[in-house]
Structure formats: structure tokens, C-alpha cells
């Protein structure tokens, strides 16, 4: 099959083969016919190399991919070939990544778990499923499993403008929050406004802890004030602004 193999790490490392081996699916597994394949940070970050994480060579790299599946293993049930279907790149009961740890979606077919699969509706299209699970998937267990978000909260989202960032933000609106969304340009807060952002900090003409407060006041540990600040601040930045988070949040809030 044709693929865009990493072979080693660095800008030099990817290599476009035309004759890589198909895979063949395991018991439990489906090989699916990529139509469509996403392009997250993480596929950067793979490419160049991250401290403590192994990468056995050669790698295919795409975390998101969508497409039919082409083939079945003897043990699968409940799917067929041609069913259209997403993959979650987290291998829950197995661990790994795929496009990390196991090959990924950059090639015309990619081996999946069943448990990684998910139906793809009518009506919508391999571009837009691939789209969804590294960003969407990420931002839906920070707004919902973690930070629980629901209306009339206020929510803070510092780098508002990645990928997973942007997700949050609607996924807040979409619950009925405040949305206060942290970005460093005037332009992409421009962006952040039209998504529905409801307050925009540009943190790199302002602090962002002294603007929240100027919007929903500085949070007191008790009495008078405890109601001030917000419900959840959204934080994947870490860094020196992790302890910063931590004072605009009321008491008993998320981070």
C-alpha cells in the first residue's frame, strides 16, 4: 500500500513508500480503507520525538482516520465490511496510540481494534468524522467528565486557540456557560469573538489573572467574595500558568 512512513526522527525522517505492507487483521481487529485522516500537533510531536516515549520504526503517523471498513477478523462481530467508521485513537483495553504506538492513519489502510470503532451517520462525510476525535475527543472529557461543565457557569480557557481550545469553547457555549477565552493575538481573538466566545483576553498585551478579576472579581477563600471568580478554568498549557489559574478560581471550582 501506499503510505507516508516516519523511518526516524526529524524534519528528514518521513519517506513516501508505495509498497508497504498491508495489514492484516487480528482476530479482533478490522482493517479499515482510510478516505480521510486528520493533521493534530501530536502527529509534529511524534515526528520530532517526545522525552520517555518509544516509537518502534518504521511509524505511520495520523492519530484521526475515517474511513470503510475493508476487512474483518475471524472473532469480529457486528461489523461488516463497507460499514463507514471513525477510530479512537486511544487503545483503552490494550494501551497504545495509534498513529503513535501502532500504525496510524497517513496510508491507504489502517488495522483498528473494534473497540476503537465508531459509526460514522448518514449525512456525514469522512472529512468531518476525521476531524473530530484527537481535538473533540480531548476537549469533550475536559468540558464534561472533568470539569462537568453546565449553564450559567463561568469557564476559562487559555489557549483558546488550538485545536483542542477552540473544541472547548463551543463545547462550553453549547452547555450554556460564560465562555472567557485566552489567546495571544488580536486576530485570533477576532476568531474566538465569532465562535462565540463571550469575553476574550489577549494575554499578550494583558494579564490574563487581573482581567479575569476585572470581570468576575477576585475569589475570597471565605465570606464576602467566595462567589467571585470562576467554575472551571480550562489549562493544557501548564507551565508558570498553572499557579496563576489557580487564583481566579472560586471555591470549590475545577481546574
Not at 39 to 56: C, E, K, Q, S
Not at 62 to 69: C, F, H, M, S
Not at 198 to 214: C, K, L, S
Request: with cysteine; glycine share 14%; proline share 4%.
Amino acid at each position: 500500500m501506499k503510505a507516508v512512513v516516519l523511518h526516524e526522527h526529524g524534519a528528514g525522517g518521513l519517506r513516501y513508500e508505495t509498497d508497504f505492507p498491508d495489514p492484516v487483521p487480528g482476530a479482533d481487529e478490522v482493517v479499515l480503507r482510510v478516505r480521510a485522516t486528520a493533521l493534530n500537533y501530536h502527529d509534529v510531536f511524534t515526528r520530532r520525538g517526545m522525552p520517555g516515549i518509544r516509537i518502534a520504526m518504521p511509524a505511520i503517523m495520523g492519530l484521526d482516520v475515517a474511513g470503510e471498513i475493508a476487512a474483518v477478523g475471524p472473532e469480529v462481530a457486528g461489523w461488516k465490511v463497507g460499514d463507514r467508521v471513525l477510530g479512537d485513537p486511544i487503545n483503552r483495553v490494550e494501551g497504545g496510540l495509534t498513529g503513535e504506538t501502532v500504525h496510524g492513519g497517513l496510508a491507504e489502510y489502517c488495522r483498528l481494534k473494534t473497540h476503537q470503532l465508531v459509526v460514522i451517520p448518514d449525512g456525514i462525510g469522512f472529512e468531518a468524522a476525521a476531524a473530530l476525535p484527537c481535538a473533540y475527543g480531548t476537549a469533550r472529557r475536559m468540558m464534561f467528565t472533568k470539569g462537568r461543565v453546565t449553564a450559567g457557569e463561568k469557564v476559562l480557557i487559555l489557549g483558546a486557540s488550538g485545536g483542542v481550545g477552540v473544541c472547548c469553547v463551543q463545547l462550553a457555549k453549547l452547555a450554556g456557560a460564560t465562555v472567557i477565552a485566552a489567546t495571544g493575538s488580536q486576530q485570533k481573538a477576532a476568531r474566538l469573538r465569532a465562535l462565540g466566545a463571550d469575553h476574550v483576553i489577549n494575554y499578550a498585551e494583558q494579564d490574563f489573572v487581573q482581567a479575569v478579576y476585572g470581570l468576575h472579581g477576585k475569589p475570597a477563600r471565605r465570606g464576602a467574595g467566595s462567589e467571585n471568580g470562576v467554575d472551571v478554568v480550562v489549562n493544557y498549557t501548564g507551565g508558570d500558568t498553572w499557579t496563576r489559574s489557580l487564583r481566579v478560581l472560586r471555591v470549590g471550582a475545577g481546574c
